[in-house]
């Protein structure tokens, strides 16, 4: 069974960070790709980040604005998305995303709050 587990979000105050991590289980973690996206209050999903597998590189969406490090380890079947300078414009859920099979894939995702 596919399951992808959100965690380390939280409350923060404009300007800080937060690491949020993501555990996979259910597949071949090391040969899928990994994505970050998140959802804002009554606006669509948004691409944040994706981790290629096989060493494939990272890539980021404009929303990153170079504060975002995402990173994966496939031992642990773990990704993590590293974020500073936090926006109250970041406040929103953020979900790791997998295509695993043809079918895509997150958590029940992590809340984020940035306050002003």
């Known amino acids: 069974q596919v399951q992808l587990v959100e965690s380390g979000g939280g409350l923060v105050q404009s300007g800080g960070s937060l690491t949020l991590s993501c555990t996979a289980s259910?597949?071949?973690?090391?040969?899928?790709?990994m994505n970050w996206v998140r959802q804002a209050p009554g606006k669509e999903l948004e691409w944040l980040a994706t981790i290629e597998s096989n060493s494939g590189g990272t890539f980021y969406g404009a929303a990153t604005t170079g504060r975002f490090t995402a990173s994966r380890d496939d031992r642990s079947n773990l990704v993590t998305l590293q974020m500073t300078n936090l926006k109250p414009a970041d406040t929103a859920i953020y979900y790791c995303r997998a295509l695993v099979k043809g079918t895509s894939r997150r958590g029940q995702g992590t809340q984020v709050t940035v306050s002003s």
């Open positions: 259910g597949f071949n973690f090391a040969d899928v790709a």
